[in-house]
C-alpha cells in the first residue's frame, strides 16, 4: 500500500497529534496521504472517491466506532478497505489502539492484513406512495418516538405477510454488525459479524411474548406506523446508524432490505471476534 486517506475525528483528536504522527510515518515509507477531518457528507465523499479512487488503497479512520461506521458505509462505493485506529474506549470496529500504531502501520505496509465484507441494510422510507428517503446502514435501523413516554403501534409485514403488530417503545433493524449496538442494549442477541442476516428487535415491548426474530437476508421488511384510535399522535422517527433522523407520520412505511453494497474492514488482529467480546464483556 502506497497511498491513504485519513479520516480524523476532530473532537478525538483536535490538536491532529496522532493524525501528523500516522502522516509523518507513512510518509517516510515513500506513501503519501490525504487528511480529511469533521463531518464528511455522503455527497462530499463521492467527489472524494470520484478523485482519490485512482490513488487510494486504503482510508484509516481515527476515532471511535461511530466515525468508523459513518466511513466505511459512506465510502462503500469505492470498494476502498478502511482500518479504525481507536481514540478512546474499546470498540468492536476499530481495533488497532494507539500503543500499537506502528506495528500496525507496518503490517498494513507489508500486506500482512485480510479485508472482511460486512452486510450492510438499506432503508427506504415511503410516504403516499412517495419515496421520501433511501439510504444504508451498517449497524442498524431504529425507528422509536420523539417526544412523551408513550408507546408507539406499528404493523410488520415480511415479505408481504403480516409477522406481528407491536406496541412498542420502537423497533430495531441490526445488522451482524451492529448486534453489539443498540440491538444488544434492547436484549437482542450477539451476532458473528461475518453472518448474513436480519435481526428485528423490539425496544421495551408491551406484552410477555414478544422476543427478537432472526430474518434471512433475502427478506424485504416492511414496518408501518399505525395511528391509535383515541389518542394523539406521538412523533415518530426512523434513524439510521444513529445518525441520519427524519421524522415519520401515520402511515409512513419503512422498507429495509440487505443492501447491494457490503463495507470493506481491513483486519490486522488474529484475535477472533470471541475474543474482543470476552474483553468487552469482562471490562
Request: overall charge neutral; aromatic content about 6%; glycine content about 10%.
Amino acid at each position: 500500500m502506497k497511498h491513504f486517506l485519513i479520516v480524523t475525528n476532530k473532537l478525538k483528536d483536535p490538536q491532529f497529534v496522532w493524525t501528523e504522527r500516522i502522516r509523518g510515518y507513512l510518509e517516510r515509507f515513500g506513501c503519501t496521504c490525504s487528511v480529511y477531518a469533521g463531518e464528511i457528507s455522503k455527497e462530499t465523499w463521492r467527489t472524494i472517491l470520484r478523485e482519490r479512487k485512482e490513488r487510494a488503497d486504503a482510508i484509516l479512520v481515527l476515532g471511535g466506532d461511530g466515525t468508523m461506521i459513518n466511513t466505511a458505509r459512506d465510502t462503500a462505493d469505492g470498494r476502498i478497505p478502511v482500518l479504525g485506529i481507536r481514540l478512546g474506549t474499546l470498540g468492536y470496529l476499530t481495533e488497532v489502539e494507539c500503543g500499537n500504531l506502528e506495528p500496525a502501520l507496518n503490517r498494513l505496509l507489508e500486506g500482512a492484513y485480510a479485508v472482511e465484507e460486512r452486510m450492510m441494510l438499506s432503508g427506504q422510507v415511503i410516504r403516499a406512495g412517495n419515496l421520501l428517503a433511501d439510504a444504508r446502514a451498517l449497524n442498524d435501523i431504529a425507528i422509536t418516538r420523539n417526544g412523551r413516554l408513550q408507546m408507539l403501534y406499528f404493523m410488520i409485514h415480511v415479505n408481504g405477510i403480516l409477522l406481528r403488530e407491536y406496541y412498542a417503545d420502537g423497533i430495531i433493524l441490526a445488522t451482524p454488525t451492529g448486534s453489539t449496538g443498540y440491538n444488544m442494549s434492547a436484549g437482542g442477541p450477539i451476532v458473528e459479524p461475518g453472518a448474513r442476516l436480519i435481526l428485528l428487535t423490539p425496544i421495551c415491548a408491551h406484552t410477555l411474548q414478544t422476543r427478537s426474530v432472526i430474518l434471512r437476508p433475502e427478506d424485504e421488511i416492511v414496518i408501518r406506523i399505525r395511528e391509535r384510535e383515541g389518542r394523539e399522535n406521538q412523533p415518530v422517527e426512523v434513524c439510521f446508524d444513529g445518525g441520519q433522523n427524519l421524522a415519520l407520520l401515520p402511515g409512513d412505511e419503512v422498507r429495509i432490505t440487505k443492501s447491494e453494497k457490503s463495507a470493506s474492514l481491513i483486519r490486522l488482529s488474529e484475535a477472533s471476534f470471541l475474543d474482543v467480546l470476552h474483553q468487552k464483556l469482562s471490562d
